[in-house]
Each structure stands twice: as C-alpha cells, then as structure tokens.
C-alpha cells in the first residue's frame, strides 16, 4: 500500500508529543521509530493484528495532531491514535508528594502516559535489556531489526524497518543471536515469548497488575520486564520497574538525598499508589542529575566470548 490514510485528532489536554512517544524508541539508532529532520515529525514501524503498518505523526500549530499510516495495519493504527497519546490516561488524579515531584508534575503537564497497545513490539527490546547496559540492549536491537526485520511499508525514511515478527525471531539461527550479542538466558525468554506472542496481547486488554502477571507467566519474564512492557504498552501508572540497576539510586537522591535499594524505593513511592510509576516518571523526566561516583559499568561484548 503506497498511499496513505490519515486521522486528525486534537486532544483536549496539554500533550508533549515527543515526551509522550519517547519511551517507544529504544536509543537514537532504533530503526523502528526515526524522527523528522524538522524534529516535528516521528515516524513508526509497527506489527499490528491486521499486518505491519507504518505511521508518520504531527501537530498543527492548533494542536491537531496528523497521523498518516501505510500497510495492512493502517487502519488499526488509526484507530489507537488516542491511546497511543495517552486518552486514556488520568494524571489529574496524581498526588505528590514531595517537592521535586510536584514541581515537574506541574511544569510537565503534557507528559502523559501513552499506551502503543502492542506487547510483542516492546516485548522483545525490554528482554534485550535484561541485566545488561543499555548501549549493549540497543545494539542487539538494531542488529535483529536490520538483519530480520522487513522494510516499513510505504514511502517513509530510509531505514526504517518493521520489528521481526514472532516467526522471523524463531528463524534467528544460534549463531546469529551469538552475532548481535545476546546470551543464552535473553534469547530464551525471547524465543519463549515467540511460541506464545498471541496469547500474550491479551495482556493489553487486561491492562494493571492482571496483564503483568499474564507477561510473568512465560518463563524468563520477570517483575522488571513485565513492568517495563506495562508502562508503554497499555500505559499503566503503578508499574515500578523494581529490579532496575538505576531507578532506585535516581529516586533516592532526588528525593531524600540518598540512593536507595529495591526495598526502599518501594517504601518512598508507596504514598503514591496506584500511580508509582508515574512519580518515578516525573523524577526521571525532571532534569535531576545524581551525583556520580566511580567508573562507568563497562558493556560486555558476547560476541568475543
């Protein structure tokens, strides 16, 4: 399909296109999502239901925002454009409860909490970064989307690609996962999730702690994955990434001057359920810089072992 549908949607609250979108892209060399050289638009390679389906979204200066999709899935893409942009979520019932929090709640008013409502697209890229740096993660990302992922259908940027389908993953010889440095228990759980991808979308529909627990279920899924698929695929405020190598330190200095572990970072957001995440969202996103100590954690190369 070269031409393409569109939607015109205006949302009725402040919107932060970009912030909103940001969680989706996986590092800056993601060939699923490119933004426009204007830097006012985002384009998206997406699996859907109904097919791939490629989507270039804008705002007007009235606030309209124009989302033109290509593919078999343009249709479904149209049809979520509210949700991705964060429709269905409820920020005015948040509560802060410390100063940091509240002031970037308050100057941050269009940073919603969108919902892409498609697990297996940000299923995969959250197991690659399982217990590994986030350069090591992307790297293996890019390397599975360019090798095996297809071309985003229609007139859209070059490079950009679709993320591999379950069947496309299970094709990925040994050899190949060895190449894009993704060690054995990672690629397990990919694979493990692969076997299963239809019946793990139900989780979108069940959404909250329900939908987390269907993702958990498939072995090598854990607290941290199930968190990280929640937040942006069906939006959910209350889901910590608990088991995080940094949350607990950023959260812990901006809010009490100290860094925290995983037993403390539960104990200082439980005044905010059932919206933890998004006060970690608001901490994250408040320009708040931890004091650093030490050396970096240095990414490992598994394709030299």
């Known amino acids: 399909m070269s031409e393409a549908v569109e939607r015109e949607w205006k949302p009725e609250y402040r919107l932060d296109l970009h912030g909103v979108l940001a969680p989706l892209q996986r590092g800056r060399g993601d060939p699923t999502f490119q933004t426009g050289g204007s830097g006012t638009a985002i384009w998206r390679a997406s699996t859907s239901p109904a097919g791939p389906v490629s989507t270039r979204l804008h705002r007007r200066a009235d606030g309209t925002v124009v989302l033109a999709a290509w593919g078999p899935g343009a249709a479904w893409a149209l049809d979520g454009l509210p949700a991705l942009l964060g429709a269905g979520d409820r920020p005015e019932e948040f509560v802060a409860h410390h100063p940091l929090v509240a002031d970037s709640a308050k100057r941050l008013a269009g940073l919603r909490l969108g919902a892409s409502m498609r697990v297996w697209d940000v299923l995969v890229p959250s197991i690659l970064e399982q217990k590994v740096t986030g350069t090591e993660a992307r790297r293996s990302w890019r390397e599975l989307v360019r090798r095996y992922g297809d071309p985003a259908p229609g007139p859209v940027p070059d490079g950009l690609r679709l993320p591999p389908t379950p069947a496309q993953i299970r094709a990925v010889p040994d050899w190949e996962w060895h190449r894009a440095g993704v060690d054995n228990a990672r690629r397990r ?5 692969a076997a299963v991808a239809h019946r793990l979308e139900a989780a979108a529909g069940l959404g909250g702690e329900a939908g987390r627990e269907l993702l958990r279920k498939v072995p090598g899924i854990g607290v941290w994955t199930a968190a990280e698929v929640a937040q942006r695929v069906w939006g959910d405020p209350d889901a910590v990434s608990f088991g995080d190598f940094h949350i607990p330190t950023v959260v812990g200095w901006a809010l009490l001057g100290r860094p ?19 006060a970690v969202r608001y901490v994250e996103a408040s320009g708040f810089k ?12 598994y394709r030299a072992i």
């Open 260 to 278: 925290l572990d995983d037993a403390g970072l539960l104990e200082v957001l439980t005044p905010y359920a059932p919206q933890r995440q998004r």
């Open 189 to 193: 759980a990919i694979l493990a999730c």
């Open 290 to 301: 931890r004091p650093r100590f030490g050396p970096r954690f240095s990414p490992r190369d």
